[in-house]
Protein backbone atom coordinates (compact mmCIF):
# COMPACT_ATOMS: atom_id res chain seq x y z
CA UNK A 1 0.00 0.00 0.00
CA UNK A 2 1.08 3.73 -0.95
CA UNK A 3 2.13 6.03 2.06
CA UNK A 4 -0.76 8.11 0.56
CA UNK A 5 -3.30 5.30 0.79
CA UNK A 6 -1.42 4.50 4.09
CA UNK A 7 -2.31 7.75 6.04
CA UNK A 8 -5.64 7.64 4.77
CA UNK A 9 -6.53 4.07 5.96
CA UNK A 10 -5.17 5.34 9.62
CA UNK A 11 -7.07 8.76 9.21
CA UNK A 12 -10.39 6.62 8.33
CA UNK A 13 -9.66 4.34 11.52
CA UNK A 14 -9.16 7.08 13.55
CA UNK A 15 -13.08 8.18 12.75
CA UNK A 16 -14.04 4.56 12.19
CA UNK A 17 -17.67 4.73 14.10
CA UNK A 18 -18.42 7.91 11.53
CA UNK A 19 -17.03 6.21 8.85
CA UNK A 20 -19.66 3.41 8.88
CA UNK A 21 -22.73 5.36 10.05
CA UNK A 22 -22.06 7.61 6.54
CA UNK A 23 -21.15 3.96 4.31
CA UNK A 24 -23.14 1.68 6.44
CA UNK A 25 -26.09 3.72 7.22
CA UNK A 26 -28.46 0.54 7.64
CA UNK A 27 -26.20 -0.67 10.34
CA UNK A 28 -25.66 0.09 13.99
CA UNK A 29 -23.15 -0.49 16.99
CA UNK A 30 -22.94 -2.92 19.47
CA UNK A 31 -20.15 -2.51 21.86
CA UNK A 32 -16.53 -2.09 19.80
CA UNK A 33 -18.49 -2.87 16.88
CA UNK A 34 -20.55 -1.62 13.93
CA UNK A 35 -22.68 -4.46 12.37
CA UNK A 36 -24.50 -4.22 9.35
CA UNK A 37 -25.71 -7.06 6.67
CA UNK A 38 -22.66 -6.60 3.80
CA UNK A 39 -20.92 -3.68 1.81
CA UNK A 40 -23.46 -2.65 -0.08
CA UNK A 41 -25.22 -1.43 3.30
CA UNK A 42 -27.87 -4.17 3.35
CA UNK A 43 -29.36 -4.43 6.71
CA UNK A 44 -28.34 -7.13 9.28
CA UNK A 45 -25.62 -8.57 11.03
CA UNK A 46 -22.78 -10.52 9.10
CA UNK A 47 -20.38 -7.75 8.95
CA UNK A 48 -18.58 -6.22 11.19
CA UNK A 49 -16.67 -3.23 11.97
CA UNK A 50 -13.97 -2.58 14.95
CA UNK A 51 -14.71 1.00 16.11
CA UNK A 52 -11.98 1.16 18.91
CA UNK A 53 -8.62 0.31 18.53
CA UNK A 54 -5.16 1.31 17.60
CA UNK A 55 -4.32 2.73 14.00
CA UNK A 56 -3.05 -0.32 12.44
CA UNK A 57 -2.13 -4.14 13.65
CA UNK A 58 -3.80 -6.58 15.66
CA UNK A 59 -7.01 -5.31 16.50
CA UNK A 60 -6.71 -2.24 14.66
CA UNK A 61 -9.70 -0.02 14.24
CA UNK A 62 -11.22 0.23 10.77
CA UNK A 63 -10.62 -3.35 10.47
CA UNK A 64 -13.64 -5.40 9.07
CA UNK A 65 -14.97 -8.83 8.20
CA UNK A 66 -18.34 -10.36 6.63
CA UNK A 67 -18.44 -13.61 8.39
CA UNK A 68 -20.83 -14.76 5.28
CA UNK A 69 -18.46 -14.34 2.92
CA UNK A 70 -15.16 -14.13 4.72
CA UNK A 71 -14.23 -10.75 3.09
CA UNK A 72 -12.03 -8.94 5.15
CA UNK A 73 -10.55 -5.50 5.14
CA UNK A 74 -9.96 -1.88 6.43
CA UNK A 75 -12.07 1.07 5.67
CA UNK A 76 -10.39 1.76 1.94
CA UNK A 77 -11.32 -1.20 0.68
CA UNK A 78 -14.98 -1.17 2.20
CA UNK A 79 -15.32 1.91 0.79
CA UNK A 80 -14.08 0.79 -2.46
CA UNK A 81 -17.03 -2.38 -2.32
CA UNK A 82 -19.65 -0.06 -1.02
CA UNK A 83 -19.29 2.71 -4.11
CA UNK A 84 -18.27 0.19 -6.53
CA UNK A 85 -14.47 1.72 -7.07
CA UNK A 86 -12.34 -0.37 -8.63
CA UNK A 87 -9.55 2.29 -9.12
CA UNK A 88 -6.89 3.01 -6.28
CA UNK A 89 -7.03 7.13 -7.24
CA UNK A 90 -10.78 6.71 -7.18
CA UNK A 91 -10.79 5.26 -3.85
CA UNK A 92 -8.33 7.61 -2.74
CA UNK A 93 -10.58 10.42 -3.70
CA UNK A 94 -13.84 9.11 -1.94
CA UNK A 95 -11.85 8.68 1.43
CA UNK A 96 -10.11 12.49 1.00
CA UNK A 97 -13.73 13.99 -0.42
CA UNK A 98 -14.94 11.81 3.08
CA UNK A 99 -12.38 12.90 5.61
CA UNK A 100 -12.19 16.71 4.69
CA UNK A 101 -16.85 16.91 5.49
CA UNK A 102 -17.67 18.94 8.38
CA UNK A 103 -18.43 16.71 11.16
CA UNK A 104 -21.88 17.97 11.37
CA UNK A 105 -22.16 16.72 7.82
CA UNK A 106 -20.95 13.31 8.57
CA UNK A 107 -24.30 11.92 9.41
CA UNK A 108 -26.32 8.48 8.24
CA UNK A 109 -27.71 8.82 4.61
CA UNK A 110 -31.39 8.65 4.91
CA UNK A 111 -31.83 8.13 1.12
CA UNK A 112 -30.35 4.62 1.54
CA UNK A 113 -33.59 2.18 3.42
CA UNK A 114 -33.12 -1.15 2.54
CA UNK A 115 -34.48 -2.39 -0.91
CA UNK A 116 -36.10 -5.52 -1.31
CA UNK A 117 -34.11 -8.14 -1.92
CA UNK A 118 -34.64 -8.70 -5.89
CA UNK A 119 -36.60 -5.56 -6.52
CA UNK A 120 -36.11 -2.97 -9.05
CA UNK A 121 -34.88 -0.55 -6.50
CA UNK A 122 -32.11 -3.37 -5.95
CA UNK A 123 -31.53 -3.59 -9.46
CA UNK A 124 -31.14 0.02 -9.92
CA UNK A 125 -28.29 0.72 -7.16
CA UNK A 126 -26.25 -2.76 -8.26
CA UNK A 127 -26.47 -0.89 -12.10
CA UNK A 128 -25.46 2.47 -10.23
CA UNK A 129 -22.59 0.23 -8.16
CA UNK A 130 -20.85 -0.84 -11.29
CA UNK A 131 -18.49 0.66 -13.54
CA UNK A 132 -18.41 1.55 -17.51
CA UNK A 133 -17.08 -1.62 -19.79
CA UNK A 134 -13.80 -0.40 -21.31
CA UNK A 135 -10.65 -2.17 -19.99
CA UNK A 136 -12.16 -4.47 -17.46
CA UNK A 137 -13.23 -8.03 -17.40
CA UNK A 138 -16.31 -7.60 -19.15
CA UNK A 139 -14.65 -5.91 -22.18
CA UNK A 140 -12.18 -8.88 -22.57
CA UNK A 141 -15.44 -11.41 -22.10
CA UNK A 142 -17.28 -10.15 -24.99
CA UNK A 143 -13.81 -9.59 -27.31
CA UNK A 144 -13.62 -13.46 -26.77
CA UNK A 145 -16.99 -14.30 -27.86
CA UNK A 146 -16.44 -11.79 -31.13
CA UNK A 147 -17.89 -8.49 -30.28
CA UNK A 148 -15.22 -5.95 -30.63
CA UNK A 149 -17.51 -3.01 -30.04
CA UNK A 150 -19.63 -1.70 -27.95
CA UNK A 151 -20.68 1.83 -27.29
CA UNK A 152 -20.80 4.33 -24.68
CA UNK A 153 -24.60 4.80 -24.61
CA UNK A 154 -25.47 0.94 -24.27
CA UNK A 155 -26.54 -0.52 -20.86
CA UNK A 156 -23.94 -2.80 -20.12
CA UNK A 157 -21.67 -2.10 -17.01
CA UNK A 158 -18.93 -4.17 -15.09
CA UNK A 159 -18.94 -5.09 -11.30
CA UNK A 160 -15.73 -6.94 -9.64
CA UNK A 161 -17.21 -8.39 -6.93
CA UNK A 162 -20.95 -9.48 -7.69
CA UNK A 163 -22.59 -11.39 -4.84
CA UNK A 164 -23.35 -14.79 -6.26
CA UNK A 165 -25.08 -17.56 -3.90
CA UNK A 166 -25.48 -20.89 -5.23
CA UNK A 167 -28.67 -21.61 -3.30
CA UNK A 168 -30.58 -19.79 -0.70
CA UNK A 169 -28.74 -22.19 2.03
CA UNK A 170 -25.25 -21.52 0.82
CA UNK A 171 -22.87 -18.38 1.61
CA UNK A 172 -22.50 -15.76 -0.88
CA UNK A 173 -19.66 -15.49 -2.82
CA UNK A 174 -18.49 -12.33 -4.96
CA UNK A 175 -17.21 -13.15 -8.43
CA UNK A 176 -17.04 -10.86 -11.29
CA UNK A 177 -19.76 -9.82 -13.55
CA UNK A 178 -21.24 -8.04 -16.94
CA UNK A 179 -24.06 -6.00 -15.68
CA UNK A 180 -26.87 -5.28 -17.96
CA UNK A 181 -29.75 -2.69 -17.79
CA UNK A 182 -33.26 -3.50 -18.04
CA UNK A 183 -35.52 -0.77 -18.90
CA UNK A 184 -39.20 -0.05 -19.96
CA UNK A 185 -40.77 2.27 -23.05
CA UNK A 186 -40.05 5.50 -21.10
CA UNK A 187 -36.49 4.22 -20.17
CA UNK A 188 -36.78 3.72 -16.59
CA UNK A 189 -34.33 0.56 -15.47
CA UNK A 190 -37.03 -2.15 -13.89
CA UNK A 191 -34.26 -4.62 -13.47
CA UNK A 192 -30.80 -6.02 -14.33
CA UNK A 193 -29.08 -9.13 -15.25
CA UNK A 194 -25.66 -10.27 -13.93
CA UNK A 195 -23.57 -12.99 -16.17
CA UNK A 196 -20.90 -13.96 -13.84
CA UNK A 197 -17.36 -14.52 -15.41
CA UNK A 198 -14.18 -16.61 -14.85
CA UNK A 199 -11.30 -14.59 -13.24
CA UNK A 200 -9.27 -13.90 -16.15
CA UNK A 201 -12.67 -12.72 -17.95
CA UNK A 202 -12.03 -15.63 -21.25
CA UNK A 203 -15.37 -17.42 -20.22
CA UNK A 204 -18.51 -17.82 -17.94
CA UNK A 205 -17.74 -18.49 -14.42
CA UNK A 206 -17.29 -22.14 -13.85
CA UNK A 207 -20.87 -22.00 -11.59
CA UNK A 208 -23.85 -23.84 -12.25
CA UNK A 209 -26.12 -20.60 -12.58
CA UNK A 210 -23.99 -18.00 -14.61
CA UNK A 211 -27.03 -15.75 -15.15
CA UNK A 212 -29.62 -14.46 -13.28
CA UNK A 213 -32.05 -11.50 -13.69
CA UNK A 214 -33.70 -9.53 -11.05
CA UNK A 215 -35.77 -6.64 -10.89
CA UNK A 216 -39.31 -6.63 -12.95
CA UNK A 217 -38.39 -7.86 -16.68
CA UNK A 218 -41.93 -8.61 -18.33
CA UNK A 219 -42.47 -7.19 -21.14
CA UNK A 220 -39.34 -5.04 -20.71
CA UNK A 221 -35.64 -5.60 -22.30
CA UNK A 222 -32.08 -4.47 -22.43
CA UNK A 223 -32.28 -1.91 -25.44
CA UNK A 224 -29.57 -1.19 -27.78
CA UNK A 225 -30.35 1.94 -29.74
CA UNK A 226 -33.61 3.71 -29.61
CA UNK A 227 -36.70 2.00 -31.60
CA UNK A 228 -37.81 3.95 -34.67
CA UNK A 229 -39.87 2.22 -37.81
CA UNK A 230 -37.86 -0.67 -37.97
CA UNK A 231 -36.11 -2.87 -35.11
CA UNK A 232 -35.31 -6.60 -34.25
CA UNK A 233 -35.80 -8.31 -30.75
CA UNK A 234 -34.01 -11.60 -29.51
CA UNK A 235 -33.39 -13.39 -26.39
CA UNK A 236 -30.16 -13.49 -25.52
CA UNK A 237 -27.61 -10.03 -24.77
CA UNK A 238 -24.95 -11.39 -26.74
CA UNK A 239 -27.39 -12.95 -29.34
CA UNK A 240 -28.63 -9.00 -30.05
CA UNK A 241 -24.35 -7.40 -29.91
CA UNK A 242 -23.66 -10.21 -32.57
CA UNK A 243 -26.16 -9.31 -35.08
CA UNK A 244 -25.16 -5.70 -34.54
CA UNK A 245 -21.73 -6.10 -35.49
CA UNK A 246 -23.37 -6.52 -38.93
CA UNK A 247 -26.40 -3.93 -38.94
CA UNK A 248 -24.83 -1.78 -35.97
CA UNK A 249 -27.47 1.31 -36.92
CA UNK A 250 -30.52 -1.06 -36.54
CA UNK A 251 -32.13 -0.34 -32.49
CA UNK A 252 -32.77 -3.95 -30.94
CA UNK A 253 -33.63 -5.09 -27.44
CA UNK A 254 -32.53 -8.39 -25.83
CA UNK A 255 -35.98 -9.59 -23.71
CA UNK A 256 -32.73 -12.29 -21.83
CA UNK A 257 -35.53 -15.25 -22.41
CA UNK A 258 -38.11 -16.79 -24.87
CA UNK A 259 -40.64 -16.64 -22.19
CA UNK A 260 -40.20 -12.41 -21.65
CA UNK A 261 -39.34 -12.46 -25.87
CA UNK A 262 -43.17 -13.60 -26.27
CA UNK A 263 -44.74 -10.76 -23.57
CA UNK A 264 -42.62 -8.13 -24.76
CA UNK A 265 -44.02 -5.09 -25.35
CA UNK A 266 -43.84 -3.15 -28.38
CA UNK A 267 -42.98 0.75 -28.88
CA UNK A 268 -45.78 2.33 -30.61
CA UNK A 269 -42.89 3.51 -33.46
CA UNK A 270 -42.46 0.26 -34.82
CA UNK A 271 -43.70 -0.98 -38.17
CA UNK A 272 -41.42 -3.43 -39.05
CA UNK A 273 -39.94 -6.15 -36.51
CA UNK A 274 -36.69 -8.42 -36.78
CA UNK A 275 -37.59 -11.17 -34.61
CA UNK A 276 -34.10 -13.07 -33.91
CA UNK A 277 -35.13 -16.53 -32.58
CA UNK A 278 -32.85 -19.16 -31.15
CA UNK A 279 -32.81 -22.19 -33.56
CA UNK A 280 -35.14 -24.64 -30.47
CA UNK A 281 -38.63 -25.49 -29.48
CA UNK A 282 -38.84 -22.14 -27.21
CA UNK A 283 -37.34 -19.80 -29.88
CA UNK A 284 -40.11 -20.92 -32.38
CA UNK A 285 -42.70 -20.54 -29.39
CA UNK A 286 -41.43 -16.84 -28.30
CA UNK A 287 -41.14 -16.19 -32.28
CA UNK A 288 -44.77 -17.39 -32.79
CA UNK A 289 -46.25 -14.85 -29.70
CA UNK A 290 -44.52 -12.11 -30.77
CA UNK A 291 -45.51 -12.14 -34.29
CA UNK A 292 -49.06 -12.88 -33.35
CA UNK A 293 -49.38 -9.65 -31.17
CA UNK A 294 -47.49 -7.60 -33.13
CA UNK A 295 -49.67 -8.62 -36.66
CA UNK A 296 -52.57 -7.42 -34.74
CA UNK A 297 -51.15 -4.18 -33.91
CA UNK A 298 -50.34 -3.67 -37.49
CA UNK A 299 -46.56 -4.69 -37.71
CA UNK A 300 -44.99 -6.37 -40.63
CA UNK A 301 -43.12 -8.83 -38.93
CA UNK A 302 -39.62 -11.02 -40.41
CA UNK A 303 -37.74 -13.63 -38.89
CA UNK A 304 -34.09 -13.81 -38.40
CA UNK A 305 -33.13 -17.34 -38.13
CA UNK A 306 -29.25 -18.19 -37.16
CA UNK A 307 -27.04 -21.04 -39.19
CA UNK A 308 -26.59 -22.72 -36.32
CA UNK A 309 -28.10 -22.59 -32.46
CA UNK A 310 -27.78 -18.47 -32.40
CA UNK A 311 -26.34 -15.66 -33.70
CA UNK A 312 -23.40 -15.52 -31.19
CA UNK A 313 -22.51 -18.76 -32.96
CA UNK A 314 -23.06 -17.98 -36.51
CA UNK A 315 -20.58 -14.59 -35.74
CA UNK A 316 -17.42 -17.20 -33.86
CA UNK A 317 -18.02 -20.24 -36.33
CA UNK A 318 -18.63 -17.60 -39.48
CA UNK A 319 -16.83 -14.32 -39.60
CA UNK A 320 -18.31 -10.97 -39.93
CA UNK A 321 -18.26 -11.33 -43.47
CA UNK A 322 -20.24 -14.52 -43.83
CA UNK A 323 -22.44 -13.47 -40.71
CA UNK A 324 -23.43 -10.23 -42.94
CA UNK A 325 -23.87 -12.65 -46.11
CA UNK A 326 -26.61 -14.90 -44.00
CA UNK A 327 -28.28 -11.78 -42.40
CA UNK A 328 -29.00 -10.05 -45.15
CA UNK A 329 -30.69 -12.65 -47.55
CA UNK A 330 -33.08 -12.03 -44.62
CA UNK A 331 -33.61 -8.20 -44.80
CA UNK A 332 -35.90 -5.91 -47.48
CA UNK A 333 -34.28 -4.38 -49.83
CA UNK A 334 -34.88 -1.24 -48.17
CA UNK A 335 -33.18 -2.22 -44.67
CA UNK A 336 -30.26 -3.59 -46.66
CA UNK A 337 -29.68 -0.66 -47.71
CA UNK A 338 -30.51 1.40 -44.55
CA UNK A 339 -28.23 -1.04 -41.65
CA UNK A 340 -26.61 -3.89 -43.73
CA UNK A 341 -24.84 -1.58 -46.77
CA UNK A 342 -23.64 0.86 -44.14
CA UNK A 343 -22.33 -1.76 -41.91
CA UNK A 344 -20.11 -2.98 -44.67
CA UNK A 345 -18.77 0.31 -46.05
CA UNK A 346 -18.50 1.90 -42.89
Known sequence: MSSHATDLARRL?????????????????????????????????????????????KGAAGKWTDAATGEHGDLLDLIALNRGLDRLRDILDEARTFLASPPDQ?????????????????ARRLYAMASPLAGTLAQTYLHRRGIGTVFNSDPLRFHPRCYYRPDEDSPAETRPALIAAVTDLGGNVTGVQRTWLSRSGHDKAPIGSTRRAMGHLLGHGVRFGVAGDVMAAGEGIETMLSLRVVLPTLPMVAALSANHLAAFLLPSTVR?????RDADPAGDAAMT????????????????????????EDLCRLGVARLRVSVGRQL???DMDRFLVSAATG
Do not use: M
Not at 117 to 122: N, V
Not at 295 to 305: F, N, P, Q, W
Open 13 to 57: ARNAEAACRHYLSNGHREGRYWLVGDVANTPGRSLFVRLSGPDHG
Open 106 to 122: IAPRQDRLPAPRGSPES
Open 272 to 276: RLYVA
Open 289 to 312: SLSERAKVAGIEVRDLSPNFDDFN
Open 332 to 334: TAR
